[in-house]
């Protein structure tokens, strides 16, 4: 009898060290799935915290330039929007990890976890400010050239209002400078139409 109740409270013994240690691997395995998925969402977001190098006060860039760049950071939006699932796993995984962690593990998750959730919004908000940046660039050259556009249509304009005044030998000269402006113009705008599409 005494040999029964003994075997038996021995049999309950190792199905709970079965049941815990089959809980310590589950939790393992949950903490390394977690470690990976962070360590992946940091190199990516370390790669696009590094914002595309946007016109500073004062320099100028060119028109293809400008274009090159902000396809660039509307690509990083795409894949910040595709890398939404990943993050969003991440931080649920992180909670659930918090839920069985002891005090030093979850001061060590809680700050991971915000220090994510930071450098997500970073990330987001860093390339939101280039896109807009970038987007007004390329809008105010494109009404630079409508303006210059403009001004040599006001020149012709004046020329002809003009060709009363002016005697035929200056008037050829400025219809020589004014063809000549026109030819570099049509170049001018090819350029700009050639970098636009490329």
């Not at 075997?7 to 393992?28: T, Y």
């Not at 940046?133 to 556009?149: A, P, R, V, Y």
């Not at 050829?172 to 026109?182: A, G, K, M, N």
């Amino acid at each position: 009898m005494k040999l029964t109740l003994l075997s038996n409270q021995w049999q309950g013994v190792v199905r709970r060290a079965q049941q815990r240690r089959g809980i310590i691997d589950g939790l393992i395995r949950q903490w390394q799935r977690y470690r990976e998925m962070v360590e992946k969402l940091r190199k990516w977001l370390l790669e696009v915290s590094h914002p595309v190098e946007v016109l500073q006060a004062g320099n100028t860039i060119p028109l293809q330039q400008a274009r090159s760049m902000l396809d660039a950071v509307q690509l990083m939006e795409k894949v910040l929007q595709r890398q939404q699932g990943s993050y969003i796993l991440t931080i649920e995984a992180g909670r659930q990890l918090l839920l069985s962690a002891d005090g030093r593990a979850e001061v060590t998750l809680q700050t991971e976890l915000t220090d994510i959730q930071d450098r997500w919004k970073q990330a987001s908000t860093c390339l939101e400010e280039q896109k807009k940046e970038l987007s007004l660039l390329l809008k105010d050259l494109e009404n630079t050239f409508e303006g210059w556009t403009g001004d040599l249509a006001h020149l012709t304009l004046l020329r002809e209002s003009l060709s009363c005044y002016i005697s035929a030998e200056d008037l050829s000269v400025l219809q020589e400078r004014i063809e000549l402006l026109h030819r570099q113009w049509d170049e001018i705008c090819h350029q700009v139409q050639y970098s636009l599409y490329t």
